[in-house]
């Protein structure tokens, strides 16, 4: 038994099924993406502004809930700290990240301004 291609069978070239010429059509355009625009200092300022009210704000609803929760963010390392206190001492119970790591991270920034100072 001979298999043969369909260009043999019918005396015309085999075309793939389910596809369009590309002589007849254009190629699609494609889309412009907005170029991100570049962030100045000056909006880094005010997204700190925000963050700060905004965090405030937050640890103002807590104490009124009557829950102890305090955000802030860690200036250093520009990272959110979540703190967890008891109501009546103020004694921090739980923080996130942990007061180590915090401590941690602080020696270590404080080596690359070292390192980067020293030139090594």
Do not use: W
């Not at 085999?14 to 909006?43: C, F, H, N, V, W």
Request: hydrophobic share 30%.
């Amino acid at each position: 038994m001979d298999i043969k291609s369909p260009q043999l069978r019918t005396g015309e070239p085999a075309t793939p099924t389910g596809r369009r010429s590309t002589t007849a059509s254009q190629p699609p355009k494609l889309e412009e993406t907005p170029k991100p625009r570049e962030i100045s200092t000056s909006d880094i300022d005010n997204l700190r502004k925000n963050l700060s009210h905004t965090l405030g704000l937050i640890n103002e609803q807590m104490r009124d809930g009557g829950r102890n929760l305090n955000f802030s963010i860690d200036e250093t390392l520009g990272m959110p700290i979540i703190q967890v206190k008891k109501q009546d001492t103020g004694e921090i119970v739980r923080q996130i990240p942990s007061e180590e790591f915090v401590q941690f991270a602080h020696r270590i920034e404080q080596l690359k301004g070292f390192l980067v100072d020293k030139g090594v």
